[in-house]
């Protein structure tokens, strides 16, 4: 495996991929070693080392890093540490069940006021009494600073030092794992970050042919590409070796250029599959390729942007950005029927079609929200939905998604109504680096508050300001999906009227009014929950007025 790996106790061999190098010698805390280069151009050397141990490698640029570091205490740019992952566990990992899977969305460093995996740890019991059967990880590979949505990561190996480093987060995976809780760790392998990335002195670890907004993008179909794909399917196996991870979410898959036989998603996909884990893809393709198992990816399952869209645009009347493409109480009934609501349809935002129909794929290969990370974050002043919508319209919407066929992410915070924002934010120490990011997020985005200040960071923490109402909405929604859930299965039947829905699943149907509306259910059923003065019970073909708000009955057999 790329990096330091301990052969016995106190004997290290570290290796380095550096083909554009002809000469490394490693600085082992005052100590240098010249490394030996194979054909390949890797460079390899064993000496006696231990934990605790600083090292770096000279070459002709200077003093660098390990690219494969597994910690970087003092930052980016500091010399990396041996640590040898040794660990206790007192857990098993959890196998992750798509028909149960409820995931919980979280992002390390403002998901409590200490923003460390210990202080994570003391809201364990918390979530598993909400009902979540997962928690997804927001990247913690080492980034530059303090406070980082994880995306510019430059260390793929390396845990955050700020939120604790790799045996912190050792123990809240072992915590997680003993309360059943799986652990899903959110994966970039689309890009590299701007700053501290050594790799581009070493070798062809980037394309030359493709590009993405974010930064350099991984080299996996030109030369010597063999051995960059080598290097993130190590990575894939160090999270769930190492680790014990339960399952990776890749970030942004379509950015992931790599025209070689077999894509190298599929390869992540079947090694993973062949450890016994789960994988799922950021994707704005609509393409349902990347989940099929037949002449695709194989990968478990991937986010549906169009559901948020088609929910978020309706409620909210947005029509900004890619907002214009949605709006119509038609939109969630094909979100809902069909999953991809553009899916080879022409979309005015995109200027093209757009998409593909997804067949007969199972509801469990797809995972729906209201909120995320992005949708949040990259609005200009992190508005959450709660600040957005009425209280009545923000549970429609949870239960629209809670209780929809398809795999439910909560974003943290939202199950108890948050009102703080979730800004984007950032902590370079090159000042153009500094000045593009200040300049594009306010451009692009609208965010007038600084993304490099602390007020950007501290902003977004949660407050843990909890609406007991709205949070005993969501468990009783949860407890509800768990009873009465699809398990997968896409059969459904929606019915559309004046401002309202009726909603019919396998076991439950749901009376979405949108306003006070007169409707009439083809199905008789029992109340199981309701957000205004729904009737206890419904008779088929009679008539009934609600107030605006949702009812979820069981049916009447």
Request: with cysteine; charged share 25%.
């Amino acid at each position: 495996m790329f990096g330091p790996n301990f052969l016995i106790e106190n004997e290290v061999e570290f290796i380095l991929w550096a083909p554009y190098q002809k000469k490394v010698t490693l600085r082992l805390n005052e100590e240098k070693y010249e490394m030996e280069k194979d054909d390949k151009g890797y460079f390899r050397i064993t000496v006696n080392a231990k934990e605790g141990d600083k090292y770096s490698f000279i070459i002709d640029k200077g003093e660098i890093p390990d690219p494969a570091s597994r910690y970087q205490p003092d930052g980016v740019h500091g010399r990396s540490q041996l640590v040898s992952l040794k660990y206790e566990w007192k857990s098993k990992e959890v196998k992750i069940n798509p028909d149960d899977l409820i995931i919980y969305e979280l992002h390390m460093g403002t998901f409590t006021q200490e923003g460390t995996f210990y202080s994570a740890i003391e809201k364990l019991d918390y979530l598993v009494n909400l009902g979540v059967t997962a928690v997804e990880v927001m990247p913690i590979h080492q980034f530059p600073g303090k406070n980082d949505w994880g995306y510019d990561g430059v260390y793929l190996y390396a845990v955050q030092n700020t939120y604790g480093g790799p045996y912190a987060f050792m123990k809240f995976i072992d915590e997680a794992h003993q309360r059943g809780l799986a652990v899903i760790l959110d994966v970039v392998y689309n890009h590299v970050g701007p700053e501290g990335n050594y790799m581009v002195f070493l070798g062809p670890y980037f394309s030359q042919k493709y590009k993405t907004p974010w930064g350099l993008t991984f080299n996996f179909d030109d030369a010597y590409s063999d051995e960059v794909r080598k290097f993130i399917l190590d990575n894939v196996r160090y999270w769930f070796e190492v680790f014990h991870i339960d399952g990776l979410r890749l970030d942004a898959v379509h950015a992931i250029y790599d025209f070689s036989p077999k894509h190298i998603l599929q390869d992540i996909a079947e090694l993973s599959h062949s450890l016994g884990k789960f994988v799922i893809a950021e994707s704005d393709l609509n393409d349902p390729k990347i989940i099929d198992n037949k002449c695709g990816y194989k990968i478990n399952a991937q986010w549906v942007d169009d559901f948020h869209h088609s929910i978020h645009a309706y409620l909210t009347g947005e029509r900004n950005s890619y907002y214009s493409d949605f709006g119509t109480l038609d939109d969630i009934v094909k979100a809902f029927k069909d999953v991809f609501v553009y899916d080879g349809k022409y979309s005015n935002f995109r200027k093209k079609t757009h998409g593909a129909p997804v067949g007969n794929l199972n509801a469990c290969k797809f995972i729906v929200y209201i909120q995320n990370h992005d949708q949040v974050g990259n609005r200009g002043n992190g508005d959450r939905l709660s600040t957005l919508v009425d209280r009545q319209s923000y549970v429609i919407a949870s239960t629209l998604y809670l209780l929809s066929p398809f795999i439910p992410m909560i974003f943290m915070g939202e199950e108890y109504h948050e009102k703080n924002p979730f800004l984007f934010f950032s902590d370079f120490s090159d000042p153009n680096l500094i000045k593009g990011v200040r300049e594009g997020r306010l451009r692009d985005n609208g965010q007038v508050i600084d993304p490099q200040s602390d007020e950007a960071f501290l902003n977004s923490k949660l407050s843990w300001n909890i609406d007991k109402e709205i949070l005993e909405y969501y468990r009783t929604l949860i407890k509800i999906r768990k009873e009465f859930g699809n398990r997968c299965s896409r059969k459904i039947e929606v019915d559309k009227g004046n401002n309202w829905l009726i909603i019919g699943l396998e076991k439950i149907f749901l009376l979405v009014a949108f306003s006070d509306a007169g409707l009439t259910s083809k199905y008789s059923g029992e109340l199981l929950f309701s957000t205004s003065d729904f009737p206890i019970n419904i008779v088929s073909g009679k008539e009934i007025k609600v107030r605006k708000g949702v009812g979820v009955y069981k049916y009447n057999i």
